[in-house]
């Protein structure tokens, strides 16, 4: 993976006159969306949200790696296209993105729980939320914090099967951080938050908060998740 990536995720719902379209431009919907996206993208996925959250239908998680100081602007143009040809069906509900970098707590060489975004290969599910952290974090020594950290970063290793992706967003977001986590099964996840909780580090946490669920499917198997069975509401 490269080293540094842009990573975005587009919470979207339909509107009205997406189910006032017949059948067959439903069915092609999320394949044609998925083609235009992948032209200013590596790679682009889609995930249901709709039955999971109340707030959007589906999420959108587009990236592309950044070797040219041009990558992000034409990301952006690209991305930006896709949306306008669409926004008479779709609107945005939410946008979180970021940037991968080497973390200042993990030395070692890339984990194996360290997700890819170019992996052609997904997990059923993804969770990702933004990340806070209290003023008083950053004022602790840098000893004291990486010691808070390796017992963050050990409970996260005996959960092998759970991936995760830390991206920055700082001074691009209201956010500092985007944590990104892809599982086989939320139970398990659930119980390494809850595990989590217990940390030292937790209570240097000011907003974890809103949380995104998705189940990840292929467009063609969104297109049959969101096709009017009569082409009707």
Same mark, same amino acid.
């Given at each position: 993976?490269?080293?540094?990536?842009?990573?975005?995720?587009?919470?979207?719902?339909?509107?009205?006159?997406?189910?006032?379209?017949?059948?067959?431009?439903?069915?092609?919907?999320?394949?044609?969306?998925?083609?235009?996206?992948?032209?200013?993208?590596?790679?682009?996925?889609?995930?249901?949200?709709?039955?999971?959250?109340?707030?959007?239908?589906?999420?959108?998680?587009?990236?592309?790696?950044?070797?040219?100081?041009?990558?992000?602007?034409?990301?952006?143009?690209?991305?930006?296209?896709?949306?306008?040809?669409?926004?008479?069906?779709?609107?945005?509900?939410?946008?979180?993105?970021?940037?991968?970098?080497?973390?200042?707590?993990?030395?070692?060489?890339?984990?194996?729980?360290?997700?890819?975004?170019?992996?052609?290969?997904?997990?059923?599910?993804?969770?990702?939320?933004?990340?806070?952290?209290?003023?008083?974090?950053?004022?602790?020594?840098? /000893?004291?914090?990486?010691?808070?950290?390796?017992?963050?970063?050990?409970?996260?290793?005996?959960?092998?099967?759970?991936?995760?992706?830390?991206?920055?967003?700082?001074?691009?977001?209201?956010?500092?951080?985007?944590?990104?986590?892809?599982?086989?099964?939320?139970?398990?996840?659930?119980?390494?938050?809850?595990?989590?909780?217990?940390?030292?580090?937790?209570?240097?946490?000011?907003?974890?908060?809103?949380?995104?669920?998705?189940?990840?499917?292929?467009?063609?198997?969104?297109?049959?998740?969101?096709?009017?069975? /009569?082409?009707?509401?």
């Amino acid at each position: 993976m490269p080293e540094k990536t842009l990573n975005h995720y587009l919470s979207l719902r339909f509107t009205p006159a997406y189910w006032e379209l017949p059948p067959d431009r439903q069915a092609d919907f999320f394949p044609a969306f998925a083609r235009e996206l992948q032209s200013g993208a590596t790679c682009a996925n889609f995930y249901q949200t709709a039955a999971l959250q109340a707030e959007g239908d589906f999420l959108v998680w587009s990236a592309a790696p950044l070797d040219d100081p041009a990558d992000e602007a034409r990301f952006f143009a690209s991305l930006g296209r896709a949306l306008s040809a669409r926004r008479r069906w779709i609107e945005p509900a939410a946008a979180l993105w970021g940037y991968t970098r080497p973390s200042v707590y993990a030395r070692s060489a890339a984990s194996a729980q360290e997700i890819d975004p170019f992996d052609s290969r997904r997990s059923t599910y993804l969770v990702l939320y933004p990340f806070v952290k209290t003023i008083q974090w950053y004022l602790l020594g840098k /000893d004291t914090r990486q010691g808070m950290m390796n017992e963050h970063i050990r409970v996260g290793r005996q959960y092998p099967e759970i991936k995760q992706l830390l991206l920055y967003s700082f001074g691009v977001q209201d956010q500092e951080f985007i944590v990104v986590y892809e599982m086989e099964t939320l139970y398990r996840f659930s119980e390494l938050v809850n595990e989590l909780r217990g940390s030292d580090v937790r209570e240097y946490t000011e907003r974890d908060t809103p949380v995104y669920t998705g189940v990840w499917h292929s467009p063609a198997e969104m297109s049959a998740l969101f096709t009017a069975q /009569d082409g009707r509401q």
